[in-house]
């Protein structure tokens, strides 16, 4: 079983910055893809940005496209997610997500890290 753990969130003023990290627990960690999503209060979750473990293709949400960076680093099994620019409407629960090969859903999730903007 895979646990992911989130670090990084907080609380920052608009325009700041803040770079969320995400480390897989396991030792053999290959998945198809690592993505992060976010939850505002009374609100859907949605997509922010993902990215392929083998080939590094990555993609964004629209909102947050110029502004976020996704990366990852096989070795250390980590995605990391920088944040640029930040907004009072990017303040959310995000959480880290990894997607299995030949699956077409994200089947692990970690915990979720708070962020928040403030205006």
């Known amino acids: 079983q895979v646990q992911l753990v989130e670090s990084g969130g907080g609380l920052v003023q608009a325009g700041g910055s803040l770079r969320l990290s995400c480390t897989a627990s396991t030792h053999t960690f290959s998945p198809y893809a690592m993505g992060w999503f976010r939850q505002a209060p009374g609100k859907e979750r949605e997509f922010v940005a993902s990215?392929?473990?083998?080939?590094?293709?990555?993609y964004y949400a629209d909102s947050v496209k110029g502004r976020f960076t996704i990366s990852r680093d096989n070795a250390e099994n980590t995605v990391c997610l920088q944040m640029n620019s930040l907004k009072p409407e990017d303040t959310a629960v995000y959480y880290c997500a990894a997607r299995d090969w030949g699956r077409s859903r994200y089947s692990y999730w970690g915990q979720g890290t708070q962020v928040t903007v403030s205006s």
């Open positions: 990215i392929t473990w083998s080939g590094g293709t990555t």
